[in-house]
């Protein structure tokens, strides 16, 4: 684990994971526009001394294409029978596809500006980056089918994925890519599908959210903290109730108070399964007040339009060419990419955010 600049109950430690869900354990710094990843390098802090990977699991707010992936939803695999199942030569060739369409955002995510790995245009294999990129999340993933359906055949769920990674990819990666887990950042960020597809079906419920919640920390985290990984950061839900469907209208989905009691319901069990298990650090990052202050000075990130978003974001290159033509702005202007994803530069405002908040508190 690393080294910790607040808070350590268990001493020194090396490794971090991040698990990116919904809550808050620790104040956030004010919010400035994000640093370019080759700012990175200038502001020293010890995490990004001492982390050599980072490994991200999740849904379509973290999910990056791969080119052993399933077209437009992973970096490797799916849960279709013959799919789920890889090699370490199939993990291990794959490589990051950086464009327009690589991932829910227009542009790098938020991992992707973290770790300074596949952010420029192309073909990257994470073996060649700085910190080595290492991406198992599935577009549309909510945490276990047990509790919510799938969305497509092909999803993976979370539970699923870290499995996925601890049957095939965690032997690969140590043994061929150099990963340790006391060097190492997990990384997820989940939630997002469960509580609006709770909210559909008639679910959503403090009780509800708890067991979901519990569910995460038992069925992923946990088998995690067995394979050696100790530290964990969970990011919680963005305001999906500023959504362009809610602008100005009627309440069309889930609103602020389904989003806070989740996030305050995984506080306070993320606190307790940091108590319970020894040598487990658990913090969380608070991305839905970052999120908000940007929605509430977008100029400052280079963000010009947050009521909506361009509908004709799809039809690229051209939209990014001549976004006039389609009655748009350019599009990493918008603050939305579309009726539930942010955009390239509120992901960076968020790798931003996170950066800090790891500098101060690891």
Known sequence: MFPSKVFSPNGLKKSLMIVFAAALLH?????????????????????RHNAKHVLAFGDSYTYIQGTYGYPGYSFIG????????????????????????????????????????????????????????????????????????????????????????????????????????????MAIWIGINDINDAYSLGKASREFFVSNIKTMLNKSVLPLVKAGYKDFVFLNLPPLDRRPSNNGKPRSGVGKDLVDIWNHELEKL????????????????????????????????????????????????????DPAQFDCQPVSEYFWFDSGHIGTKAHKAVAQGLDRFLCERF
């Open 270 to 321: 993320v606190k307790s399964f940091g108590r319970k298990h020894r040598g487990v650090d658990a913090a969380v990052f608070n991305a839905n007040r970052l999120l908000n202050k940007v929605l509430d000075n977008p100029k400052s990130y280079g963000i010009s339009n947050t009521a909506n978003f361009c509908e004709a974001r799809l039809q690229w290159p051209q939209v990014i060419d």
């Open 78 to 185: 799916s849960y279709l029978p013959n799919d789920f199942a890889y090699t370490p030569e199939q993990l291990l060739e794959s490589r990051i596809s950086q464009n327009y369409t690589s991932q829910s955002a227009g542009g790098p995510n938020w991992v992707e500006f973290l770790t300074g790995c596949a952010v420029k245009k192309g073909q990257h294999s994470p073996l060649d980056c700085d910190v080595q990129l290492w991406d198992f999340a599935f577009a549309g993933a909510n945490t276990d089918e047990t509790l919510l359906p799938l969305h497509h055949l092909y999803t993976v769920p979370l539970v699923n994925q870290t499995y996925q990674f601890l049957r095939y990819g965690d032997a690969a990666l140590r043994k061929h890519a150099g990963l340790k887990p006391s060097m190492s950042l």
């Open 27 to 47: 104040p956030l710094a004010a919010a400035t526009p994000a640093r370019s990843p080759n700012d990175r390098q200038a502001h020293s802090c010890s995490w």
